[in-house]
Structures are given as structure tokens and as C-alpha cells.
């Protein structure tokens, strides 16, 4: 058939430059980084480098690696619970109880900080936090004398620095669910003797799930990979596997074994998703 | 509804939105403070704004970042439209696929698309630099770029550019005359999403430049390393009311959220 | 102004037989009516003619020439689309030009033709009204005249007035069928309505699952279905299965009773179903005095719905029937009445089962 021919042809045209870029850009560096961190050393000229597991041998069996890999996941948890404890009530509000106007303000507002430089503000927070500024001098008010909380450099600080950059992407995805809960559904459950409470249990809370398992994936999965923050905010106390990776292709230049913490990292990601695809599917029409 | 309620709930958004908001109010106030230690009490001074002009480093920085960011809009722009209508008119084998693509850049840590790509430019001697940082934030603002004409694409459905044929109009006439106009706000919140994409990264940048070739967030996070020094409060604050007075634009065009 | 031929036209999607060996002729001029429910292959087959939709075997031809090979934007066709398809970003007027200025006619002959046509579909004056700013009505009547401006060889329509209300659709279909004649165009329509479709066409084509089950002039089509689909479909029926009677004109019916009918009968023991249709039925107190027909049942109303100018009966005859009665007396029978069930011969029509 000419005319398939002819389709085929214009699709493929279509979309060819698109994804030749990003296959050099993105999917070839991924192999190349999966090699790489198969190399002894990183290969200079002049150097010899050879093929050996040492790299992942090393991550799994030297305490550091495990810790550090501990630490970050459970900067994930507790970040995604936190974004959860502060977005989903906002979504539930934007959601059911805010109309017209003010809702798409609200949401326009709620947005746009987490659409500007992720970098400009975690630095931001340090001005909030530091010893001495705003945040003392806010404590100070209502009692005078008091200690610098000090909270700038510690495991807190990058608490309040993520969730302040990911809660948007919570409200975003929660609030996608719940608005497509049809308020009928609710008088329906009101009609048939369910209190308020129970209604919210019972039906708001299940049927708004993929929304928060969505939001839970799109936050753990940058989070337990974030360096940035950390290190701004946590100084010393950034002892996590983004840090870790950062400092072998910076300062302690061992690439071969960044690439295979790198990949370890991945290989949790993909986890991650692995185990979340049925919740993840529905979100992909919303797009 | 209770008027406690009412009352809860927009209490609530309010606090929500103080804490959004919180740090970056600080942080502009403070870029006009003329404490050098951002303490109050609040003393109005541009002076930090005006050293700005003899920094040459952050000029350069600055000047590098629109650049790629600008490049990047144009190449990112018309790739992903030209993607997005190949998903939007035709169905074929392995569309899936090229869509599951798309998620990639957006949902792996940044961390390692960054240190991956560093990897493999060095391999195949692309090196560092502004080359190399296009090529990634390319490759970052596709999905969005895609994904936001898509969805314009989508809201028209394929009807109108088949109205045209039936009307006469060579396949030609029928995308200049109808699908460019119709999509062109779509593409246009697109191109601005590409811009942010670009001005605002850090990551990739930070990774793939240079020495002496960096973006303005690589030589703001250094210099947060280093020490502070107020002067990156005020070209912060640069950044961030463009950041966001690019957002706002961006939302006259594209819907956030879906419908009113 | 052509003719269309549609020739053994299939067309499957994966397992699904979208059409099966369909074959129409489209008569120059004619006002034809593809009716079936969601998924039979009328709309398929529309699209198919229009272009959108390539066969996997078969020919379409206009006036004896092929189309296989003409992309849609060379077929010379006009289309309205279900939701209109009108250009927002675009005036009435530059939506109604859109075809001509594509083909580059000089500016003053857009402008005579567009007027023109404006003045056939009653929407002088609204030359500069954006499409969001019309009413249903107004939008499919500017879809149609840009769909007639280009005098194509053929109009097809997807359902053009499914968009509308009862009231406004009666009001479009007259003038539909009134601008038809004067242009004198084909027209092949598609429609799930069945009053639609006998008020509208020249004929008809029922169609069923990739197939055409009856092609005809509505009236024929509606009066002597040849399938209990048909019958069923457009229209209601009541089915009586049943075996031909050694007796001529008779058949036994399931159940105990005889029908009369004056259609041709198979030979005697044969398996038999026969339609007969709830309005061609009348119904009478069994204490009226007895009509002269051989069919003549007689039961109890079970229910009587009242729908203002008719009352439906559901009617015990052994079996339950329908019935459609004119409301006339203004008094409808009570449930538990008896009641006699009386038919012409004529309206027994036999169909396959």
C-alpha cells in the first residue's frame, strides 16, 4: 500500500531528530556509563585501564556505601512523607472546597516557586535558617534570649529545603486525582448514612490513591539522587549517595566507581518503578 | 459549608502559600538590605545590584546562560512540535514505546544523566562546555516540549486538519494554514517551558562546563561553596523574577491544572 | 454532481471486520441514508469514500473512476463533520472561502460564491461572526455551505445533526433536504436515527456488523423488512415464530395460534418467523363487534403507557405483544381488560430469523 509506505516514511521523519537527540544525549550515555563503571581506573591517556567487578564489589561490602545508601533512602521517606502531611490537605482543598477564580490563582501561585531555579531557591533557605537571621529573629520574638536554633547545616535544614522544593509536585498529582472525583459520588455516600469522615475514608481517600502513589514516585525518585540540596543546606552532615557520586567526578576524580554508584542508584529507581507501573499507567493519559 | 470551615481551609492555602514564599521574599529583601551578613535591622541599599556590573565572571555566566537557553528554545521547540504531531495524527507500531521514552529525561535523577553524559562526551572527545550543556538541556526540554504541544494538538483533535482535506487543501496548505495557527499557543508555552528548563538548570550545567565556561546557576552554587558573598543575592533575585514572570507567561497560554 | 460505486469494499482492524464485502450504488443526485447502530461499518464506510479510511480490498469509483489512489484533498468532496469541524481562528466567512482560496480562485469569485451561499443557508450578514459566537444551528449550517461552495461531486455527512435538539433537528432536516434538491447534489449520510433517516433519504441501507442488511426506498424498507433485524432496527416489531400450516397463506404459530399473511411461504413444515408491526395492529374490548380478518387474537392489557397523542399496550395474547394505538378516545384501556388483537394479512411480513 503506497499510502503506508508514505505514513511510515513522514512519521519517521517526524520524529527521528527528536529521539536521535536524546538517544545521544540521554539513552547512550546511560550504556556508556554502565561501561565505564566496569573500568579499574579512569582511562587517561598513557594510563592502562582494565575490565574488573571491583567498583561494585567495593560499594557492597565497604560500610560507608551501605550507609550512605541507607541515609538517602530514608531522606526519601521522610521527605514524600512530609509532602504528603502538607500537599495532600492543600489538593484536598483546591480540589473540593476552593472554586472558580481563586482556584486557578491558588494553583497558578502554588506552581510557579516550583517552576524557578531549584538552586536559587535552596539558597534561599539559607537565608532563612543561618545562624542569627530570620528565622532566630523570629524566635527571638517571642522569646527574647534565646539560642540560635541554628538549624542551617543539619539534617533538618535539608528536610525543609526538599519538601519546600517538592510538596507543588504532591498537590499537583493529588490534586489531579481527587478533582476527578465526581461530587455526586460523595452525596451518594452522604445519602446512604456516611458522615463526613467516613465518606473521606471510604471513597475520597482510595479513589485519590494514584495521585499520592504518582506523587510518592515523582518525589523519592529525585530526591534520593539530590546533591544540591544537601550540600548547601546540610554541609558536613550531607552524607548521602548524591554527595558521594558528585565528589567522584569532581573532586576525587574516580569516575569508574561514581559511574557504578550511579548505576546502583538506578538500578533502585527502576525498582521503584518496576514495582509501581500498574499505579503509574492511568497518570500517563494526564499528560 | 461551616463557616469554620471556610475558615480552616483558607487559612490553611494561606500558611501553605507563606512557606512557598517565605524564603525567596527573604532572600530578595535581603538583596536590597545593606547588611553583608543579612542581618536586620533593614537598611535599603542597591549597592550590591550595582557590583553586579564589575563582576565579569557572573557577566559571562550570565551571558552563557541566555545563550543556551535561547538555542536551546529554538532547536527544542521545533523538534518536539514536530514529534508531537507525528503522536497526535498517526497511530503506528512502537508509538507506545517512543512515548514510555519520553520519561526518562524527566524521572531519572538529573545526578545521573549528568554524570553520564560527562562520561560519555569525554569518551568520544565531545569534552565540556557550552556544546555539551546544549546538547543536554536539549535533551531535558523535549519531553515537556512534546508533551505540552501534545496536549494542545490533542484539545483540537485531528478533525480540523481533515475539514481542510475534504476542503481541497494539500496536506501542505492544510498545516500551514490550520494546524500552525491553531497550535501556535501551545508552542509558544512550550518555547517558554524550554527557556525555563534551560535558564533555571543547574545539574547538567554543572557537570558538563568548563573551566572558565559555566552558567549562572554552576557560578552562583560555587560561589555558595566558597563562602557568601551578597552580591548572589542580587543576581538570585535576577534569576528568580525571571524564572517566575516566564511561568506567568507560560500559564496565559497553557492551562495548569486543566480546566477552570 | 457523480455517481458513487461502491465495490465488495472490506476493511478489518485486527480480528474486527469493519466492513465485509459492502457494495452500493449512489445514484446522481440521490439523497441516500446509512443507518446501523454504533460500530456497523456506515461510518467506516463514509470515511472510506471520503479518503480518511484505506480498503483492504475492493473499489470505490466516481462516475466509473477509481479513487484509490486520490488522496482526500483531491476527491473533490464536500463534508460535514459530527461536532462541525468549523476553523475557530477563523471568520464565517474565511471558513466558508477556506476551499476556494486553497484552490486559488481570484478574490472576487470567492466573494460571489460566498455570498451566495450565505443567502441559501439563511446566514446573510453574519460574514464576520467568529464560530464560537453561533449557535448549533448557525454552525452546522455555515459547515454546510463551506462544505457546498466548492460545488463538490459528492456531500457526505457524519451524523450532522446529532448535535442537536428534537425541536431544531426537525427544523434542519427539512431545510437540509430542502437546499439538497436545489443544488441537486449526492448525499450519503450517516445516522443512527432512525426517524432521521426515513424522513431524509431517497433510500436507505441498513447496516449491521461490517454488512448491509437491507438496501431500499424507506417506505419499502421500513414496510417489508427482510430481517428480524431490520425489523427490529428500524422500527419496532412483534416476532411470532412458528411452521407453515399444510393450509395456503397460514402458519402455525408457537404456541397455538394461526397467521395469516399473504407473503410467499415455504413449503408446509417449514420453520417460519414472521414480524408484525405494533402500530398495523389494532386494538379493540373483546365485547366489540368482530372485524372481518382471518387474525384475530384475543388476550389482556398487562400495561398501558400513555405517551400523549399514542398509548403503547403490552397486551397477554399467550405470548406478550406490543401494541401502538392512536390516542382517540382520550380513554386508555385499563390492565386486566380483555381485549381482541386484530391485523391485516398485508402487514404479516416474513422474515428470516
Known amino acids: 500500500m503506497r499510502r503506508t509506505v508514505r505514513q511510515r516514511l513522514t512519521v519517521l521523519g517526524l520524529t527521528a531528530p527528536a529521539y536521535l537527540w536524546l538517544t545521544v544525549a540521554i539513552f547512550l550515555p546511560l550504556s556508556a556509563m554502565f561501561c565505564f563503571s566496569f573500568l579499574s581506573a579512569l582511562p587517561l591517556p598513557g594510563r592502562s585501564v582494565s575490565f574488573t567487578l571491583d567498583n561494585y564489589r567495593t560499594i557492597f561490602s565497604k560500610q560507608l556505601y551501605l550507609i550512605n545508601t541507607k541515609r538517602s533512602l530514608l531522606l526519601g521517606l521522610h521527605v514524600t512523607l512530609g509532602c504528603i502531611a502538607i500537599g495532600y490537605p492543600a489538593a484536598l482543598a483546591l480540589a473540593k472546597y476552593v472554586r472558580g477564580r481563586w482556584r486557578e490563582a491558588v494553583f497558578l501561585l502554588i506552581v510557579l516557586p516550583f517552576w524557578s531555579n531549584g538552586l536559587v531557591r535552596t539558597f534561599s533557605w539559607t537565608m532563612v535558617l543561618r545562624k542569627d537571621a530570620l528565622l532566630d529573629w523570629f524566635v527571638r520574638l517571642f522569646v527574647p534570649d534565646a539560642p540560635s536554633l541554628d538549624l542551617l547545616f543539619s539534617y533538618p535544614a535539608i528536610l525543609i529545603g526538599l519538601i519546600h522544593a517538592y510538596v507543588p509536585y504532591m498537590i499537583l498529582t493529588c490534586y489531579v486525582s481527587l478533582q476527578a472525583i465526581d461530587d455526586s459520588l460523595i452525596e451518594a455516600a452522604r445519602s446512604l448514612g456516611a458522615s463526613a469522615f467516613t465518606a473521606f475514608r471510604r471513597i475520597i481517600l482510595p479513589l485519590s490513591l494514584p495521585g499520592l502513589v504518582a506523587g510518592t514516585i515523582l518525589i523519592f ?14 554541609g558536613k552532615e550531607a552524607i548521602m549517595l548524591g554527595p558521594i557520586i558528585e565528589r567522584q567526578f569532581t573532586a576525587s576524580a574516580n569516575w569508574p566507581l561514581g559511574a557504578a554508584l550511579s548505576f546502583v542508584l538506578l538500578a533502585i529507581v527502576l525498582a521503584i518503578f518496576a514495582a509501581t507501573w500498574p499505579f503509574l499507567r492511568p497518570h500517563l493519559r494526564d499528560a | 459549608m461551616a463557616k469554620v470551615g471556610v475558615i480552616l481551609v483558607r487559612g490553611y492555602l494561606a500558611l501553605l502559600l507563606l512557606f512557598l514564599y517565605l524564603p525567596i521574599t527573604v532572600m530578595i529583601v535581603m538583596a536590597f538590605n545593606q547588611s553583608a551578613l543579612y542581618q536586620m535591622p533593614f537598611v535599603f541599599d542597591l549597592k550590591w545590584f550595582a557590583a553586579l556590573q564589575d563582576n565579569q565572571k557572573l557577566l ?21 512540535t514536530l514529534a508531537a504531531l507525528a503522536f497526535a495524527r498517526y497511530s503506528f507500531r512502537g508509538k507506545t514505546l517512543l512515548q514510555l521514552l519520553l520519561f526518562p529525561p524527566i524521572t531519572i ?3 545521573i544523566i549528568g554524570n553520564s553524559m560527562l562520561v560519555m562526551f569525554y569518551w568520544i572527545y565531545l569534552g565540556r562546555g557550552l556544546h555539551a550543556m546544549l546538547l543536554g538541556h536539549v535533551a531535558l526540554s523535549l519531553p515537556y516540549v512534546i508533551i505540552v504541544v501534545g496536549a494542545r494538538f490533542r484539545s483540537f483533535g485531528t478533525t480540523l486538519e481533515e ?29 517558554l517551558f524550554a527557556f525555563a528548563v534551560s535558564f533555571d538548570q543547574f545539574v547538567i550545567s554543572y557537570f558538563l562546563a568548563a573551566p572558565g565556561v559555566t552558567t549562572l546557576p554552576v557560578e552562583i552554587y560555587t560561589a555558595i561553596r566558597k563562602g557568601y558573598t551578597p552580591e548572589i543575592n542580587a543576581i538570585s533575585t535576577v534569576i528568580i523574577v525571571v524564572s517566575m514572570g516566564l511561568m506567568l507567561l507560560v500559564s496565559r497560554f497553557y492551562r495548569f491544572g486543566g480546566e477552570r | 454532481m457523480s455517481r458513487v460505486e461502491v465495490d465488495r469494499v472490506s476493511k478489518h482492524y485486527g480480528t474486527v471486520r469493519a466492513l465485509d464485502e459492502v457494495s452500493l450504488a449512489f445514484a446522481d443526485g440521490e439523497f441516500f441514508g446509512l443507518l446501523g447502530p454504533s460500530g456497523s461499518g456506515k461510518t467506516t464506510l463514509l470515511r472510506a469514500i471520503a479518503g480518511f479510511v484505506e480498503p483492504d480490498s475492493g473499489d470505490i469509483r466516481f462516475d466509473d473512476r477509481p479513487v484509490r489512489d486520490l488522496a482526500v484533498h483531491r476527491r473533490e468532496i464536500g463534508m460535514v463533520f459530527q461536532n462541525y469541524a468549523l476553523f475557530p481562528h477563523l471568520s464565517v466567512f474565511d471558513n466558508i472561502a477556506f476551499g476556494l482560496s486553497v484552490r486559488h480562485l481570484p478574490v472576487a469569485e470567492i466573494k460571489a460564491r460566498v455570498t451566495e451561499i450565505l443567502g441559501l443557508v439563511r446566514l446573510a450578514g453574519y460574514e464576520e461572526r467568529r464560530p464560537r459566537q453561533l449557535s448549533g444551528g448557525q454552525q452546522q449550517r455555515v459547515a454546510l455551505a463551506r462544505a457546498l461552495v466548492t460545488r463538490p461531486r459528492v456531500l457526505l455527512l457524519d451524523e450532522p445533526l446529532g448535535a442537536l435538539d428534537k425541536r431544531l433537528r426537525q427544523q434542519m432536516q427539512i431545510e437540509l433536504r430542502q437546499i439538497q434538491r436545489e443544488v441537486g447534489i449526492t448525499t450519503i449520510f450517516v445516522t443512527h436515527d432512525q426517524e432521521e433517516a426515513l424522513t431524509l433519504s431517497d433510500r436507505i441501507a441498513i447496516f449491521n456488523e461490517g454488512r448491509v442488511v437491507q438496501i431500499g426506498a424507506p417506505h419499502a424498507v421500513y414496510e417489508r423488512p427482510s430481517s428480524a433485524f431490520a425489523a427490529s432496527f428500524l422500527g419496532d416489531a412483534n416476532f411470532f415464530a412458528g411452521q407453515v400450516s399444510a393450509e395456503a397463506g397460514r402458519i402455525e404459530a408457537d404456541g397455538g395460534r394461526r397467521i395469516a399473511t399473504l407473503d410467499a411461504l415455504p413449503p408446509a413444515g417449514a420453520r417460519i418467523t414472521v414480524a408484525v408491526r405494533p402500530e398495523k395492529m389494532l386494538l379493540e374490548p373483546a365485547t366489540a363487534p368482530e372485524r372481518d380478518t382471518p387474525n384475530r387474537w384475543t388476550g389482556v392489557v398487562k400495561q398501558s403507557v400513555y405517551s400523549g397523542s399514542s398509548i403503547t399496550y403490552r397486551v397477554d395474547v399467550g405470548t406478550e405483544i406490543v401494541v401502538f394505538a392512536q390516542n382517540q378516545s382520550a380513554q386508555p384501556l385499563a ?6 388483537v386484530t391485523w391485516d394479512p398485508l402487514h404479516s411480513v416474513v422474515v428470516e430469523a
Open chain 2, 60 to 80: 559571562d555566566a550570565g551571558f552563557n546562560t541566555v545563550m543556551i537557553a535561547l538555542i536551546n528554545t529554538v532547536i527544542a521547540t521545533t523538534l518536539g
Open chain 1, 221 to 234: 525518585v529525585p530526591v534520593i539522587g539530590s546533591f544540591m540540596e544537601p550540600e548547601i543546606l546540610g
Open chain 2, 109 to 111: 535523577p538529573w545526578l
Open chain 2, 163 to 191: 475539514a481542510a482535506a475534504t476542503l481541497g487543501a494539500s496536506p501542505w496548505q492544510a498545516f500551514w494554514r490550520i494546524t500552525v495557527p491553531i497550535m501556535a499557543p501551545g508552542m509558544v508555552a512550550a518555547a
Open chain 3, 335 to 340: 390492565p386486566g381488560t380483555a381485549v381482541a
